[in-house]
């Protein structure tokens, strides 16, 4: 083999660093979205994401559950009874853990359930999330028009008509919009229980794969490209 086709080779490898899939709009058009080169499998992908979901969800918990021990219970500190001459074994106060009314040993104490997860990991696990969705064509940005809406009614117009195929009523559908625009959406399609809506930087993966579809507005959308070129 020739140097000048060794280096072609070299050079073609060395751009072969991502993945390019397409990202279905609602006006049917393909668009060429470049992730970075993730070499996983499902089974490591299904762990990162299980690795994240359960972060996600530690951090989640209140951690308030509590109950009162020995030294807070309400109880008389006297003697039940003498130490010798009942042939019993010896009793302290009505506060043991044995009696009735007494306190807890060893019970559930306020804390928190949070737990340290690799930043690496976190974005790792986005990404794997959003590749998903992508493969089982589960991905959608809308291409041409804002989303402004007043009313259900209208929202409702709009999202049956579009090229989403949504056949089932079981599926949900993840909108990832700008942070101006997330209050009044929610506003909007507060009645529609399978409809939610998060910004951009509160894309997390618990909500991706908990939804069916994600569906991002033209400008989440470029957003997410430049966040993916810069990891490229």
């Not at 979205?33 to 490591?44: C, K, Q």
């Not at 994401?49 to 509590?66: C, D, E, P, T, Y």
């Not at 989403?164 to 209050?183: C, G, M, N, P």
Request: proline share 2%; hydrophobic share 35%.
């Amino acid at each position: 083999m020739s140097k000048e086709n060794s280096k072609k080779l070299n050079q073609e490898d060395d751009s072969i660093n991502t993945l390019s899939l397409y990202a279905l709009s609602f006006s049917n058009k393909m668009d060429r979205l470049i992730f970075p080169d993730i070499e996983t499998n499902r089974n490591t992908e299904n762990e990162i994401l299980s690795r994240v979901i359960r972060w996600q969800l530690a951090k989640k918990r209140s951690g308030n559950h509590s109950v009162k021990s020995r030294s807070t219970v309400h109880h008389s500190t006297r003697k039940m009874f003498a130490q010798k001459g009942r042939g019993h074994a010896r009793v302290g106060d009505s506060g043991s853990n044995i009696r009735r009314g007494g306190g807890i040993a060893m019970g559930p104490v306020v804390r928190s359930h949070a737990h340290k997860l690799p930043k690496k990991v976190r974005k790792l696990g986005r990404l794997i999330a959003l590749l998903q969705k992508l493969r089982d064509e589960k991905f959608f940005y809308i291409g041409e028009q804002e989303m402004i809406f007043n009313k259900t009614k209208n929202f409702l117009d709009w999202f049956n008509h579009c090229a989403v195929k949504h056949e089932s009523k079981i599926e949900k559908f993840l909108f990832v919009t700008s942070e101006d625009e997330v209050a009044s959406f929610k506003n909007v399609t507060n009645n529609l229980h399978y409809i939610s809506a998060l910004p951009l930087k509160g894309l997390n993966v618990y909500d991706i794969v908990r939804n069916t579809n994600v569906i991002f507005t033209q400008k989440c959308y470029e957003e997410l490209i430049l966040e993916l070129q810069k990891e490229v």
